[in-house]
């Protein structure tokens, strides 16, 4: 079973992404903030995938992804970024920062799904 991290600062957005996971088969981990989802990181939690959102308090999901990738231990770890703020600025920075993906707030479940399995199964194929 495949364990995603889910991050944001809205525990109701945390709610319903965790309920759909699941029904889709994902083991799935949840943290309101990056201080947190790094804490969880260095208690031997390692995702097969985050889904990070990016306008969060204290660290936003950039500086967060930036600092995984920067990692040796969570370097390898496909993030994908999860806002409403999405300009082309955003998406460029997103990349820059080392996200696989940055997918816009509001989305289907089944799109996001649809997306979350298939960085699941690139990372597959270039390992």
Do not use: W
Not at 48 to 63: C, N, Q, R
Not at 72 to 90: A, W
Not at 108 to 127: F, P, R, S
Request: contains cysteine; glycine residues 6%; negative net charge.
């Amino acid at each position: 079973m495949k364990k995603i991290l889910c991050v944001d600062d809205d525990p109701g957005i945390l709610k319903v992404l965790s309920v759909a996971l699941q029904l889709e088969g994902f083991e799935v981990h949840t943290a309101l903030s990056g201080y947190e989802m790094f804490e969880k990181l260095e208690f031997d939690l390692s995702p097969d995938i985050i889904l990070l959102d990016v306008l969060m308090p204290g660290m936003d999901g950039f500086e967060v992804c930036q600092r995984l990738k920067a990692e040796k231990n969570t370097e390898q770890i496909p993030v994908v970024m999860f806002s409403v703020r999405c300009d082309i600025r955003d998406v460029e920075r997103a990349t820059q920062v080392g996200a696989c993906r940055h997918i816009p707030k509001p989305i289907a479940i089944e799109n996001l799904t649809q997306q979350i399995k298939d960085v699941l199964k690139e990372t597959e194929q270039e390992g």
